[in-house]
Every structure is written in structure tokens, then in C-alpha cells.
């Protein structure tokens, strides 16, 4: 049986609302628009986070591409909402044929209620408040800020960050920290090889070894 051009996109269609929608549930409605047939235009539909099923009509949006061949191929990240009143992003594209008649319609409705809790969750767990202390607490040994100080100046005049130092330039970046008494400080080598990328023996290896007692 022969397949029309029409039939073809809605077929290959329904393979990409099964595609998305099994990779982006639960949060992501995916949705097939049969536009040639508005009153019952959905002909797949994943996740159905709307409740809507197959065989149900289609929004304003795919009227408007219905009746208006200028309508915008694609339009992307707008603001929507579900009829239980949770907040939506959406994402709808306009499929043609080869006669530039839309044909389909696919389309994508994110439930962000859930992202903008977790983000406000999150924006107050980071919130800090100016409170009033006498001095100013520190998590981190005041002479480890010199150390990372230190690093960061010897890269800087090789145009390097310490990540990017080569295996001589970090050990000679160890040496002078070292003669500085920096490397005596606790946690130091834990510190210089997280900024230098390397393991801790890695680091160890750079120190100078000391003569051996006569």
C-alpha cells in the first residue's frame, strides 16, 4: 500500500514522541498534532502530564498554524500551564510537507513546578545573612590562603594556570613553596595537588629531599 507524504510525517512523527518522552520522564509531556484533522488532532502522546489522550483536539496554537501558512515554524521555551494550574514550558514545532502546508505539530510541555521548588529550596539553603559578630570566622587555615596565593602568582607569571603547568614547572613551583615553609603547613599537599590536578604522592615526589644526617 502506497503511503502519502502527509501519512509519513505523522508515522515518523509518533516515533520522536516515543523517543522523548522515554527519555525525558517524567517531567516532560510529549505531544503529536495531526493538524489536517483539528477536532481530533492528537494522534501520540507521552507522559500525558495534561491529561489529554489520543483523539482529543488541538490548542490555539495549532489553529493558528492551521490557518496561517506564515505561522512561525517553531516556537520555543514559552510560558504555559496545565489545567490543574501547575506551571508549564513549552516548545511547539510545525512540521511541513513539500508543498510548505503544516501537516503536524510537535510539542513539548516541561512541568517546571517542580524545578522552581527545588530551586527555591536551594536558593535559601545558599542564602547567607550579615550577622553581627565581633570578628570574622574562617573554615580554612589562614596560611593555606597564602599557599593557594603563591601557587596561583608563580602560574601567572608563566601566563599558566597551575592546572596547565608542566610536570618541571610543578616542581619548581613546589620548591619555592616549600622554601617558603609552606609546604609544612597541614593539609598542604592535599591543597597544592587539587590546584595542580595530580595526586598527592604526585606532589610528595616534587618536594626536595633532604641530605641525609652525616
Partial sequence: MTITENELLLREGKKIVEALGRTLAPMVEV??????????SIVAISNSLSGREVGDPTT???M??????GFPDILQNYPNQFPDGRPAKSTSIGLRNSAGEYVAALCMNVDISMLTSVAASLSQLAQTQPA?????ETLAAPR????????????????????????????????QLANAGLMD??????????????????????????????
Fill in 31 to 40: 505531544v503529536l498534532h495531526d493538524l489536517t484533522r483539528p477536532a481530533s
Fill in 60 to 62: 490555539e496554537i495549532g
Fill in 64 to 69: 493558528a498554524r492551521i490557518t496561517d501558512p
Fill in 132 to 136: 553581627d559578630m565581633p570578628i570574622r
Fill in 144 to 175: 593555606l590562603d597564602e599557599l593557594r596565593a603563591a601557587l596561583d602568582a608563580f602560574a601567572g607569571r608563566l601566563n599558566k594556570t597551575p592546572h596547565t603547568l608542566t610536570p618541571a614547572q610543578r616542581r619548581d613551583a613546589v620548591h
Fill in 185 to 214: 603547613l597541614k593539609n598542604a599537599q592535599a591543597v597544592v595537588a587539587s590546584m595542580l590536578g595530580v595526586a598527592r604522592p604526585t606532589v610528595y615526589s616534587y618536594l626536595p629531599q633532604k641530605d641525609p644526617s652525616p
